[in-house]
């Protein structure tokens, strides 16, 4: 069910960011076969493995700053999230409503449920200001910030990694509470 969730929710994520850069006058995505929602080109092979095996995943669109302006490079930045913010909200929408007033499988019931969580949680940690994630690209297009080295970049995508794995319970049961709030203001649940 996880997997049904998130997989595509990193596909269209992707895919966004790919497009909107195109449209901003970016074509590298594009031209490298990025305007898809094949998990293989847009997580590659060891994320979806990764992602298989212990829950972990990524993905990656090749964007060229110098292609972009400013305003182009936060627009394909932030164009992920919203994606991401966008299936969240749709998932808190239909999910009270299957939830509380209609008689529709249990097992689609926890999907939608499943897809606003991990949506919101995708789009929240692309949103964090952390090198290699969203966040820091937009907050780099306001602030002036020092150009990081790799081992710095290493280090952030590990203290995230460790800091992901140990916060995730209490990240997952945030959004949950989020998505199971309608449920409770329409006087139903499960």
Not at 50 to 75: E, K
Not at 133 to 144: R, T
Request: net charge positive; hydrophobic share 55%; glycine share 8%.
């Amino acid at each position: 069910m996880i997997t049904l969730a998130v997989i595509p929710a990193i596909c269209l994520h992707e895919y966004f960011h790919a497009q909107v850069a195109l449209w901003c006058g970016d074509p590298t995505a594009a031209m490298q076969g990025h305007l898809t929602l094949n998990p293989l080109k847009q997580m590659g092979l060891m994320s979806v493995i990764m992602f298989l095996m212990i829950g972990i995943a990524w993905g990656g669109v090749p964007v060229n700053p110098y292609n972009l302006t400013r305003r182009g490079r936060i627009l394909t930045a932030i164009a992920g999230p919203t994606m991401n913010f966008v299936l969240f909200v749709l998932a808190i929408l239909t999910y009270p409503l299957l939830a509380v007033y209609t008689s529709v499988p249990q097992l689609l019931v926890t999907y939608i449920f499943t897809v606003g969580v991990y949506n919101l949680i995708l789009c929240i940690f692309n949103l964090l200001p952390v090198p290699g994630l969203d966040g820091w690209v937009i907050l780099s297009q306001f602030v002036k910030l020092k150009k990081i080295n790799s081992e710095f970049f290493k280090g952030c995508m590990v203290l995230l990694i460790f800091g992901m794995l140990m916060l995730f319970p209490y990240i997952a049961g945030f959004a949950a509470v989020v998505m199971e709030l309608p449920v409770h203001f329409l006087g139903g649940g499960k």
